[in-house]
T-cell receptor, first 116, second 113 residues
Framework: GAVVSQHPSRVICKSGTSVKIECRSL??????MFWYRQFPKQSLMLMAT?????????EQGVEKDKFLINHASLTLSTLTVTSAHPEDSSFYICSAGQGYSNQPQHFGDGTRLSIL | EDQVTQSPEALRLQEGESSSLNCSYT??????LFWYRQDPGKGPEFLFTLYSAGEEKEKERLKATLTKKESFLHITAPKPEDSATYLCAVPNAGGTSYGKLTFGQGTILTVHP
């Protein structure tokens, strides 16, 4: 149980393109989803927290107009990187929780984004 | 502010050589401690949750233990397929931080055949 699917696994695109990443909880309802960014050999850096049906909460320093998050249902959240540039190239990972802080988050397999 | 520190940063073992990874934490009221395994190019895979001092969880060659200040991940007779980065994390509680995780920096485990 507790499977989170993230799609696509890899994206290569030109500078200026907008890229959408999907995160789905397959076998449970995720009241809260989290989006992380991970740089090589570093731990996960939280970008934003999204609750179903409400606006996402962004961490300090994360541009909300650059990283658009939508959490329209209890099983789907999307992250759109708008007008992506080479500095946005990174490994993006989503996780899903069931709304209780003492329960673990379950992670997708990540999306490797490369902007040329 | 919650803090999580893992040691060592990297650990190289021979196949069959047992060892332990450490996760020290400082939190204002522990609501659980999570261990994850992360393979290169993948998201973290959930391993264990520990809630109270003295609790132990086991899965194959891994055993996680918890005290009031730290957690250990014991690896017994490791195999090369146990090579990965092991992360521990604690959940924040209350206010706008509800549900967020504070991660340690991870321990990169390499098991040589």
């Amino acid at each position: 149980g507790a499977v989170v699917s993230q799609h696509p696994s890899r994206v290569i695109c030109k500078s200026g393109t907008s890229v959408k990443i999907e995160c789905r909880s397959l076998d449970f309802q995720a009241t809260t989803m989290f989006w992380y960014r991970q740089f090589p050999k570093q731990s996960l850096m939280l970008m934003a927290t999204s609750n179903e049906g409400s606006k996402a909460t962004y961490e300090q320093g994360v541009e909300k107009d650059k990283f658009l998050i939508n959490h329209a249902s209890l099983t789907l959240s999307t992250l759109t990187v708008t007008s992506a540039h080479p500095e946005d190239s990174s490994f993006y990972i989503c996780s899903a929780g069931q709304g209780y802080s003492n329960q673990p988050q379950h992670f997708g397999d990540g999306t490797r984004l490369s902007i040329l | 502010e919650d803090q999580v520190t893992q040691s060592p940063e990297a650990l190289r073992l021979q196949e069959g050589e047992s060892s332990s990874l450490n996760c020290s934490y400082t939190v204002s009221g522990l609501r659980g401690l999570f261990w994850y395994r992360q393979d290169p190019g993948k998201g973290p895979e959930f391993l264990f949750t520990l809630y109270s001092a003295g609790e132990e969880k086991e899965k194959e060659r891994l055993k996680a233990t918890l005290t009031k200040k730290e957690s250990f991940l014991h690896i017994t007779a490791p195999k090369p397929e146990d090579s990965a980065t092991y992360l521990c994390a604690v959940p924040n509680a209350g206010g706008t931080s509800y549900g967020k995780l504070t991660f340690g920096q991870g321990t990169i485990l390499t098991v040589h055949p």
